[in-house]
C-alpha cells in the first residue's frame, strides 16, 4: 500500500468515526426528546388527576417533574463527555493537506445549539399548580372553599370527637375550606391525633385545621390534654425577653404540629388598653408599639417557622371600644392607627403571618359610618391590602354573633363580606344558607367568580406553603 491509498484508508476512518459520532448523538437527541415528551405527558396527566383529588400530592409532582428533568440533562451532558473522549484523535499526514481538508469539511456536524432554559420559581410552579385545581373544581366548591367553621355547625352534631360517617358526608356534600376545633372536641392525644388526620383523609381539598392557642390558661389543646402552660403575651411583654416570646411560639407549634393542628387562631396584636378586662390585657403584648412589635413578633416567628400558620386579630384595631347597641366599636382615627396598632401588624407580617382576621367592630372616625369593619373596603382594601401591602388571606371574624346577625342575614353577611375585601369567612350564622347567597350572588353577577378564584389561590398558597 503506497503513502496515497494508506493516507486515503485513514481519512476514510476518520470519516467514518465522525459519521457514527454524528449518528449516535442524533439518536440520543431523539431518544431524549421522547423521554421529555413522556415526561411532559405524565406530568399533565397527573394535573388533571389532581384537578380530581384536590391536589394532595402537588409536593411529590413537582419533585418528581423537578428531579426528572435534572436526570435528563445530567445524562445528557455525560454521554456528550464521554463521546467525546472516547473518539481518539487521528492525525493525518501534512502530504495534500488542502485536499483532506475540502474532504473533510462536508463532513463536520456541528452540534444543535439550544437556548438554556430559565427554571421556574418555586412560587410559579406552585402557582401553575394551583391553578391546575382550581380549573377542575365547581363554582359550588370554589365558594364553599372560602368558608371555615366548626366541626358541630358543619356535621350538624352537638360536640364531635370522631371523623365518622357524619364527616365524610358533609365533606361529600360541601367542600368546606376548614374547621376550627375547640376543648370539647379534644379527650385524649391519641383520638384528636385520628380524628385530624382522618378529616384530612376523607377532604377532596385540602383543609385548615385550627384551634386557638393563646398562652396561659387561654389554650384549648393545651387545656384539653393538661399540658404545660407557656407563658402569656402580657408575660412575655413584661420581661422583654424576645428568645422566651420565640421559645413559647415553638412550644405551641410543636404541641400542634404533634397531634395534626396547622393554624392557629391567634395571637391578639392589639395593644393594651385601660378599657380592657384583665382577661383581655392577659393576650396583649403590651401598650408601647415598640417593645411590644418585637416580641409579638418574636413568639410569631417561633410559630410559623415551626409549622403552624398564625392569624393576626383583631384589624384594624381593639382601642377604646365601646357599644353601640351590640356593635362594638373602636375611635381610633387612621393616623392613631399608623403610629400604634398598625406597627404591630406590620411585626406580624415581617414575622411570617399570612393570616390577618378583621373584626367585626365598626370604626366610625375611619370608615365614616358604624359599617362592621368585616364590611367595609376601606379597612380591607384601602388600609390592610393597600397602606400595609398585605398580600395574604383577609379572613372575618365569627360572623354568627350578635354584632352581624342583629342586622345581617347570613347570606347578605357573607357576600357584603366577600364584596368588601374578604377571602374567607369564619363561621356564619347559617353555613348553608352563607353559601347558597354567595352562590347566587355570583350567578346574578354581584360578585364575580374570577374574584372567588383569586381569593381561593390566596388560601391556597399559604396552605401549601409548608408542604410545598
Request: charged share 25%; hydrophobic share 40%; glycine share 6%.
Amino acid at each position: 500500500m503506497n503513502d496515497a491509498e494508506e493516507r486515503k484508508v485513514i481519512r476514510q476512518e476518520a470519516d467514518h468515526m465522525k459519521m457514527e459520532r454524528a449518528i449516535h448523538r442524533h439518536k440520543r437527541r431523539v431518544r431524549n426528546q421522547i423521554i421529555v415528551y413522556l415526561v411532559i405527558g405524565i406530568f399533565f396527566a397527573t394535573l388533571v388527576a389532581l384537578a380530581y383529588i384536590g391536589g394532595t400530592r402537588l409536593v411529590s409532582v413537582i419533585s418528581e417533574r423537578r428531579v426528572a428533568s435534572e436526570k435528563a440533562k445530567e445524562a445528557e451532558a455525560a454521554e456528550i463527555s464521554a463521546q467525546e473522549e472516547e473518539v481518539p484523535e487521528i492525525i493525518i499526514p501534512e502530504k495534500e493537506e488542502e485536499t483532506v481538508q475540502e474532504e473533510e469539511e462536508p463532513l463536520i456536524f456541528t452540534p444543535q445549539t439550544e437556548e438554556p432554559e430559565v427554571a421556574e420559581s418555586d412560587d410559579e410552579l406552585m402557582d401553575q399548580m394551583i391553578d391546575e385545581v382550581i380549573s377542575g373544581m365547581t363554582l359550588k366548591e370554589k365558594v364553599a372553599g372560602l368558608f371555615i367553621t366548626t366541626p358541630e355547625q358543619f356535621t350538624g352534631v352537638d360536640a364531635a370527637i370522631k371523623a365518622g360517617d357524619g364527616t365524610k358526608s358533609a365533606l361529600e356534600n360541601t367542600t368546606i375550606g376548614g374547621l376550627i376545633y375547640s376543648q370539647k372536641n379534644i379527650k385524649t392525644r391519641d383520638q384528636i391525633a385520628e380524628m385530624l388526620s382522618k378529616t384530612e383523609d376523607l377532604s377532596k381539598y385540602p383543609l385548615f385545621l385550627g384551634i386557638s392557642e393563646l398562652g396561659a390558661d387561654r389554650g384549648d389543646l393545651t387545656n384539653a390534654l393538661q399540658l404545660e402552660q407557656v407563658p402569656s403575651p402580657a408575660e412575655l411583654a413584661e420581661s422583654g425577653d424576645v428568645d422566651a416570646a420565640y421559645e413559647a411560639g415553638q412550644t405551641i407549634a410543636k404541641r400542634m404540629v404533634d397531634v395534626g393542628f396547622q393554624m392557629n387562631l391567634g395571637p391578639y396584636v392589639d395593644l393594651t388598653t385601660i378599657a380592657m378586662s384583665d382577661k383581655e390585657r392577659q393576650l396583649s403584648y403590651g401598650s408601647d408599639p415598640s417593645s411590644a412589635a418585637l416580641v409579638a413578633a418574636s413568639e410569631i416567628r417561633g410559630m410559623e417557622e415551626n409549622g403552624i400558620h398564625t392569624s393576626a386579630h383583631l384589624f384594624p384595631s381593639s382601642v377604646d371600644q365601646t357599644s353601640d347597641g351590640n356593635i362594638p366599636s373602636t375611635g381610633i382615627t387612621k393616623d392613631e392607627f399608623a403610629q400604634t396598632d398598625a406597627l404591630m401588624f406590620q411585626a406580624a407580617f415581617g414575622a411570617g403571618t399570612k393570616i390577618v382576621v378583621v373584626g367585626n367592630m365598626a370604626a366610625p372616625l375611619i370608615v365614616g359610618d358604624k359599617t362592621p369593619c368585616t364590611m367595609s373596603s376601606v379597612v380591607m382594601q384601602d388600609m390592610l391590602r393597600g397602606e400595609l401591602g398585605f398580600d395574604g388571606i383577609i379572613m372575618t371574624e365569627a360572623m354568627n354573633t350578635q354584632a352581624i346577625t342583629d342586622y345581617y342575614t347570613p347570606d347578605q353577611a357573607a357576600v357584603a363580606a366577600l364584596k368588601a375585601g374578604a377571602d374567607m369567612i369564619c363561621c356564619p350564622e347559617d353555613l348553608e344558607k352563607a353559601i347558597d347567597g354567595v352562590l347566587d350572588a355570583v350567578n346574578s353577577g354581584e360578585l364575580s367568580e374570577a374574584q372567588i378564584e383569586e381569593s381561593l389561590k390566596r388560601i391556597y398558597r399559604v396552605k401549601y406553603a409548608y408542604r410545598f
